[in-house]
Nanobody
Framework: EVHVVESGGGLVQAGGSLRLSCAASGFAFDDLDIGWYRQAPGKERLGVSCISNKGRKSYYADFAKGRFTISSDNAKNTVYLQMNGLKSEDTAVYYC????????????????????WGKGTLVTVPS
């Protein structure tokens, strides 16, 4: 019933930009939060950014602050991740997840709260 589909990945030169999209359906979009995660080869999956209900709050990993921006178009049931100043270390499969931005002590606990996951979209930034 719940479908989560990422798109927008590709190969981008260092310093370039890319916008990922996450289209979600099968639930009341305004009731849940959406997060972006990434996993590089041989590494653990890490939270990148999360946007809370109706875009009222946004959270970012340290490596994403100042470079990435998460936004939501609720009318389209779509969340975006604008990535600027891309670096080779940003190379990873990026996943969109639906659930909750679990916040504790003012920080996003990315490892908890997400229920539904997309299949991922690959972002490659050559060194």
């Amino acid at each position: 019933e719940v479908h989560v589909v990422e798109s927008g990945g590709g190969l981008v030169q260092a310093g370039g930009s890319l916008r990922l999209s996450c289209a979600a359906s099968g639930f009341a979009f305004d009731d849940l939060d959406i997060g972006w995660y990434r996993q590089a080869p041989g590494k653990e999956r890490l939270g990148v950014s999360c946007i809370s209900n109706k875009g009222r709050k946004s959270y970012y990993a340290d490596f994403a602050k100042g470079r990435f921006t998460i936004s939501s178009d609720n009318a389209k049931n779509t969340v975006y991740l604008q990535m600027n100043g891309l670096k080779s270390e940003d190379t990873a499969v990026y996943y969109c997840a639906v659930g909750a931005c679990s916040v504790e002590d003012g920080s996003w606990k990315y490892y908890y709260g997400m229920r539904y996951w997309g299949k991922g979209t690959l972002v490659t930034v050559p060194s």
